[in-house]
């Protein structure tokens, strides 16, 4: 099957629990992965992997997409249309025979039973790996009998990890088997090296923090998700999510540093992709950022990434990978830089922003300047991220230190 020409060279390839990936970006379950004609634009826009859309043996209620969308900053959705068993086998099947992607199939079931014939029928489909949605919250839980656990539920447990994780790879030793977990309660790294320790060779990461709930319109009182009467609680996309990634995968990557980590969440950019390596990521796979700006976008990632480690005379993301890591440190033993801001005053538009910052008593504009008394600056590093101009330097700026 022809490849389109994509930024694919050796360097970004992902050797994901020995299945290759041609690209260094998957894309993840969800609206993108739905249909057959989406996965072919993810294979036109140089994906190396796709995981399909989150299958049941049969959805446990009727369910549609609906969101509240704050553009680059976060897609909140309670309720998205789930493939049957049925559905999930024939996009898999039909994945396979035409795109050259890496298929994950993303499942959840209750019960052993349902792990294992979900398991099995997409293995028969053709998946290249099987990824065990343990990061869904959007489950009523209720559905499927009480006591039953599926989705993000399984992650407030080590030991129904475990269970399943190893249940699932004794009976399937042929197929990579990665759980996506999501770290939504204080027994994260506990899952995570439950999740190693049951033998799975991955994990995917996903930093979403518990669901949350749209704003209300003051107006009309009601919240903010068109086209629903009423509101639930829904998972948490897009870039609010990206430092909670960043954070869960330091926690996987401490907690059982032999498992290979995928990462998503808040991932818009190929920067993104090279902070989640630094925090001990291998992979990373994206959803909102293409929801909201395209296809072109993960063409934009990857060849930002094949730029970067060429710039960089780097071999790739293990190049990067545990940098960031290395520096954790507990607040209390943080060696802080007394450094202060400065101004660039070439650069200043004398807008007048800086001074407006409620803590901060150390900026003034004098002649249509922004001016930093170094005796109030407490260097807490708020102002600069405010600045239209990039006028605001701090030490990590290479222009802090030309006296500008
Ligand atoms: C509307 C929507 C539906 C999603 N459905 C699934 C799903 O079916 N299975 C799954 O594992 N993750 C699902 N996700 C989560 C994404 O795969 C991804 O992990 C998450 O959105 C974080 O990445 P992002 O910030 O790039 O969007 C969904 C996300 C969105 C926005
Ligand atoms: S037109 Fe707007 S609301 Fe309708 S599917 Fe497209 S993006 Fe969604
Ligand atoms: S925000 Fe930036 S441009 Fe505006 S006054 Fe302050 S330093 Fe100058």
Not at 318 to 343: F, G, W
């Amino acid at each position: 099957m022809s490849r389109p020409s994509c930024p694919d060279g050796p360097r970004l390839c992902w050797d994901a629990c020995g299945m290759k990936l041609h690209g260094p970006l998957t894309v993840a379950s969800g609206p993108l992965t739905s249909k057959l004609s989406l996965l072919k634009k993810a294979a036109e826009a140089c994906a190396g992997a796709a995981s399909l859309k989150l299958t049941f043996i049969t959805p446990p209620f009727h369910a549609e997409m609906r969101s509240f969308s704050v553009h680059d900053h976060v897609i909140l959705s309670p309720t998205e249309k789930r493939l049957a068993l049925h559905e999930g086998v024939e996009l898999c099947r039909s994945a396979k025979r035409e795109t050259a992607l890496a298929i994950w199939a993303n499942f959840t079931g209750a019960g052993a039973d349902e792990w294992f014939r979900l398991s099995e029928a997409f293995i028969d489909a053709g998946a290249d790996g099987l990824e065990l949605n343990f990061c869904c919250p959007n489950l009523d839980t209720s559905s499927s009998g009480p006591g039953v656990r599926h989705g993000a539920a399984i992650c407030t447990s080590p030991e129904l990890t475990a269970k399943i994780v190893r249940d699932v790879r004794r009976r399937f030793t042929q197929i990579p088997v990665m759980p996506k977990i999501v770290n939504n309660t204080h027994l994260f790294r506990d899952v995570a090296a439950a999740a190693a320790d049951a033998g799975a060779p991955a994990v995917h990461v996903v930093g979403q923090p518990v669901s949350g709930a749209p704003p209300v319109n003051p107006d009309t009182l009601k919240p903010l998700l068109p086209f629903a009467e009423g509101v639930s609680f829904g998972s948490t996309n897009g870039s609010v999510c990206l430092c909670n990634t960043l954070r869960s995968v330091a926690e996987v990557r401490s907690a059982a540093p032999a498992l290979q980590v995928m990462a998503s969440g808040g991932i818009t950019r190929w920067e993104d992709c090279v902070s989640a390596y630094a925090y001990g990521a291998d992979a990373a796979a994206v959803c909102s950022a293409v929801m909201w700006h395209g296809w072109e976008r993960l063409k934009i990632i990857s060849r930002g990434l094949e730029d970067y480690f060429r710039r960089k005379g780097m071999s790739g993301p293990e190049a990067v990978r545990d940098t960031a890591l290395k520096l954790l440190t507990p607040p209390s033993e943080l060696k802080l830089n007394p450094a202060r801001a400065r101004i660039d005053e070439n650069a200043c538009v004398g807008c007048g922003k800086c001074a407006k910052v409620g803590h901060c008593e150390a900026i003034t504009l004098v002649d249509r300047k922004a001016r930093v008394d170094e005796t109030a600056c407490i260097s807490c590093g708020v102002c600069r991220s405010l600045c239209p101009a990039d006028a605001i330097l701090y030490d990590d700026d290479p222009r802090y230190g030309s006296g500008k």
